[in-house]
Nanobody, 126 residues
């Protein structure tokens, strides 16, 4: 399984970015996908997750109302639309997947994910 994250960059506060995670290598399909981030000197933080079968989504408290996770079935890609970006959103963003479904309560738990992408840098600065 390979995950290729892209779309990061430098953006001013209040701006927007869309991250993409191209997923390949599953013999059937992934069950759940998530986005996580880690800033220098800080712990990894859960951003969002999506359960492919029923479209369930969940967001971390710090991004609720600003970020949106979605998927394109034909392209096997998961997106993270980020609006209203703040300097505190600066971090390396990673996508992750799990072959099976994840119960609602553990969707944002990084320990349940099996595969991780290489990360894409997002910098929010004026």
């Amino acid at each position: 399984v390979q995950l290729q994250a892209s779309g990061g960059g430098l953006v001013k506060p209040g701006g927007s970015l869309r991250l993409s995670c191209q997923i390949s290598g599953y013999t059937s399909d992934y069950g759940t996908a998530g986005w996580f981030r880690q800033a220098p000197g800080k712990e990894r933080e859960a951003v969002s997750c999506l359960r492919r079968g029923d479209g369930f989504t969940k967001y971390g408290e710090s991004v609720k109302g600003r970020f949106t996770i979605s998927r394109d079935r034909t392209k096997n890609t998961v997106y993270l639309e980020m609006n209203g970006l703040k300097p505190d959103d600066t971090a390396v963003y990673y996508c992750a997947t799990r072959a099976g479904r994840i119960i609602t309560g553990r969707c944002l738990d990084p320990d349940v994910y099996e595969n991780w992408g290489q990360g894409t840098q997002v910098t929010v600065s004026s």
